[in-house]
């Protein structure tokens, strides 16, 4: 069979690589929903008008933006080490691991708060963040080994749609689960006992790489291996963790610092929505907390489905080379940041006598936001496929300080939830930073393999075949 057909038929069909993309979905979603379901919680939980039997704190605002933002004091600490982890232990058991300690933590949430207060909730969050952080690095380092260049779009577009299918399952089922339920306590048993059905399915049919997959045809295991210049044998002279990683030469590129500044500023604006909706529309669209949470999920639900058809034209475009891949993913980062941008200075102009209009702009703000994941979280592999998880860990650590900052940032600037002033001026620093940070993006981002991506001298296949010469007999064949 030729290596047309060998490339070409596997992607028309569901592949063991598509199954490895979806229970990552799956998996991020999970930990989204343990991430975001305080945003909604917070609201109830400090409610005095709520039914007797749950337990309601009176907290400031302060207090509850320390509470937002102390999920992310974890989470960016263990970033760049989960990278190097990664290829010492492999992705598939460090986010195992990684979602299993979250997942404890979210049961045990209603009772730790009730006995320690914002303060030991805020220690909980910290925690669960150092065990979520594994969770990108992870992600990314499964993908390198999984997903071909011509289907890294869509690939990487359904793998990371699972953060949005998060925030719609955290957002859209809160709202019934706390009317219905028991109040907010029930968010985290819900979110940490899903949690741990995905463990169970992840721990049996997740893998790290083609070769670890005992099931996989040889037809997808040889279009995948070749695709990315991998050896067809699961024989190797060293691990990944012997490799050098070009930290150095990381910190020199150009690219790969307009990359970090970009994830910051798109964390910015990403989380200041996310951990915020919920209050911006009870406080000043007025919205009780069932149509909050439904309304809430709505942006998350177009992102989500925005997602797939992005990732779809992204593909097109590369194989019917409409389009290089660096203007690719310059466009496709402009769509989900310039447009956004937009959409927030016009939602701050918005309020309750604006509802329609108000739920329009931030449907438009967060849904096409889905558009630079194509962008800036694909370039990661772009320039390093040997060190994406690596990468990944440097810049998504960087851009997780914004996540602690933007929600302490509103915490100080919203001193009045009631005055759309205030909460204009959160929008207007979202789109500066959307700004800012494309702009950076579209004149110095790069697309093309770096050259420190590969330490070794000569490729892996070639050492295989050369496993034993040493200078004597080099000399003698000359």
């Known amino acids: 069979m030729g290596q047309t057909s060998v490339e070409q038929l596997p992607s028309r069909t569901f592949g063991i690589r598509h199954l490895q993309c979806l229970l990552l979905a799956l998996g991020l979603s999970m930990g989204y929903a343990q991430r975001v379901n305080m945003s909604v919680a917070i609201v109830e939980m400090t409610d005095n008008d709520k039914q007797e039997g749950v337990e309601v704190f009176q907290w400031s605002e302060q207090e509850k933006s320390m509470v937002q933002s102390s999920f992310f004091w974890g989470y960016v600490v263990t970033q760049i080490p989960a990278g190097y982890l990664c290829r010492l232990w492999g992705a598939k058991c460090l986010f195992l691991w990684g979602l299993i300690i979250s997942s404890t933590l979210g049961l045990l949430t209603p009772y730790l708060v009730s006995v320690g207060d914002w303060q030991l909730l805020v220690v909980v969050r910290v925690i669960q963040g150092l065990s979520q952080g594994v969770m990108f690095p992870c992600t990314h380092s499964v993908l390198s080994k999984w997903a071909p260049p011509g289907e890294r779009a869509t690939l990487c577009g359904l793998s990371y749609a699972g953060t949005f299918l998060g925030a719609v399952i955290a957002f859209g089922s809160s709202?019934?689960?706390?009317?219905?339920?028991?109040?907010?306590?029930?968010?985290?048993?819900?979110?940490?006992?899903?949690?741990?059905?995905w463990c169970f399915i992840?721990?049996?049919?997740?893998?790290?790489?083609?070769?670890?997959y005992k099931k996989i045809s040889s037809q997808e295991k040889l279009m995948i291996l070749k695709s990315l210049d991998q050896p067809t044998q699961n024989t190797e002279i060293?691990?990944?963790?012997?490799?050098?990683?070009?930290?150095?030469?990381?910190?020199?590129?150009?690219?790969?610092?307009?990359?970090l500044v970009d994830n910051c500023a798109h964390n910015w604006g990403f989380w200041t929505l996310l951990t915020q909706l919920p209050s911006y529309m009870k406080y000043i669209l007025n919205m009780n907390i069932q149509s909050n949470a439904l309304f809430s999920a709505l942006p998350y639900l177009i992102m989500l489905l925005l997602t797939f058809l992005f990732g779809y034209l992204a593909d097109l475009l590369h194989k019917r080379q409409l389009a290089t891949t660096n203007v690719s993913r310059k466009l496709f980062n402009t769509l989900g940041q310039w447009l956004p941008a937009i959409s927030l200075v016009a939602l701050g102009y918005c309020d309750s006598s604006h509802l329609t209009l108000a739920i329009a702009f931030v449907v438009l703000s967060v849904?096409?936001?889905?558009?630079?994941?194509?962008?800036?979280?694909?370039?990661?592999?772009?320039?390093?496929?040997n060190f994406a998880s690596v990468l990944m860990g440097i810049?998504?650590?960087?851009?997780?300080v914004m996540s602690i900052l933007a929600p302490l940032t509103v915490g100080f600037v919203v001193t009045d939830v009631t005055d759309p002033l205030q909460w204009r001026i959160v929008f207007f620093i979202s789109a500066g930073f959307y700004f800012i940070g494309n702009l950076g993006f579209i004149l110095f981002?790069?697309?093309?393999?770096q050259t420190w991506n590969n330490p070794s001298p000569k490729p892996l296949e070639m050492q295989l075949m050369e496993p034993s010469k040493d200078a004597a007999s080099r000399e003698t064949e000359k």
């Open 202 to 212: 992840w721990h049996v049919w997740g893998a790290n790489t083609p070769h670890s």
């Open 367 to 385: 849904g096409l936001n889905s558009s630079s994941f194509l962008g800036f979280q694909v370039n990661h592999m772009d320039l390093t496929p």
């Open 175 to 197: 709202g019934w689960i706390i009317s219905y339920l028991h109040g907010w306590p029930s968010i985290f048993y819900v979110s940490g006992v899903l949690g741990f059905v």
């Open 395 to 400: 810049t998504n650590s960087s851009a997780n």
């Open 238 to 259: 060293r691990s990944e963790a012997d490799e050098k990683t070009p930290i150095r030469e990381m910190a020199k590129s150009l690219p790969c610092w307009a990359l």
């Open 445 to 449: 981002g790069q697309t093309k393999v």
